[in-house]
């Protein structure tokens, strides 16, 4: 069962920065990066500039199609992290909604790990995304391309959800020396409305980790991180569950 009480109260703490990736079950295989795919961003609101959270790369390029492995695909390569930076979680006097984010929001630059400058093209509007609000839904986008993210990993998204009891990583900086890193934690709790775990080290800390990627053993995303809180002993981080997050990006527009 969800920690209702603990969701309902937990503060969401603002979005900030890795092991190598496990590899997948066939050994021939490697899992991509997830630090490779991670980055701080800067935007410009208004023209005010503020830097808040973390984001990753996402590809949405649909897979080649079985019958005609050689058609072409319309790349879809997005940037991808919380909505609730665009409000007084980030700094700003008041939450900017996911229809206005275009009129206001430009993603100015995404600090790799190892430096790199990504950028995106456009600002996108995600129907149905809500800041911190069960059932989860706080995701903002922004529409990049090969040039935009050069030399980024980029993830894509899980067929299938975590189980309870799974392991899976959040991938930023939670420590003293501003890395990002793969962190390791236990699912708790999935479902529609939220996905839940437990962190193994109690002592991260999740300021500027809003947006992250949560991933599983094979590199692949398994939700959005929005914060965390401790509850009953246990440092316990919220995100985005699959299902929502697939479908909100999606619909980005």
Not at 57 to 84: I, K, S
Not at 96 to 108: E, F, K, M, R, Y
Not at 160 to 174: E, F, K, L, S, T
Request: net charge neutral; with cysteine.
């Amino acid at each position: 069962m969800v920690r209702h009480a603990f969701a309902a109260g937990l503060a969401v703490l603002l979005a900030g920065q890795g092991a190598v990736a496990c590899a997948q079950s066939d050994a021939s295989v490697v899992a991509p990066d997830p630090v490779a795919a991670t980055c701080r961003p800067q935007f410009a609101v208004d023209g005010q500039a503020i830097a808040a959270g973390t984001a990753f790369v996402l590809d949405l390029t649909p897979p080649p199609r079985p019958d005609n492995p050689l058609a072409p695909r319309a790349e879809q390569v997005m940037l991808v992290t919380a909505l609730h930076l665009f409000g007084p979680n980030g700094g700003l006097p008041a939450q900017i909604l996911s229809a206005d984010l275009p009129q206001h929001v430009g993603l100015t630059t995404c600090r790799g790990a190892q430096g790199q400058a990504w950028t995106a093209r456009r600002t996108l509007a995600i129907a149905g995304a809500v800041p911190m609000a069960m059932p989860f839904r706080d995701v903002a986008g922004f529409a990049t391309d090969a040039v935009g993210v050069a030399g980024a990993e980029r993830l894509r998204l899980a067929d299938r959800p975590p189980a309870v009891g799974d392991d899976v990583w959040v991938v930023a900086a939670m420590t003293a020396d501003g890395r990002v890193r793969r962190h390791a934690a236990r699912v708790i709790y999935v479902g529609d409305n939220a996905l839940q775990y437990v962190f193994v080290d109690a002592t991260l800390q999740l300021r500027a980790s809003s947006g992250a990627a949560v991933v599983n053993a094979a590199g692949q995303v398994v939700g959005l991180h929005l914060g965390g809180g401790v509850d009953r002993g246990d440092l316990v981080g919220m995100a985005v569950p699959p299902s929502r997050l697939r479908a909100l990006v999606e619909a980005a527009q």
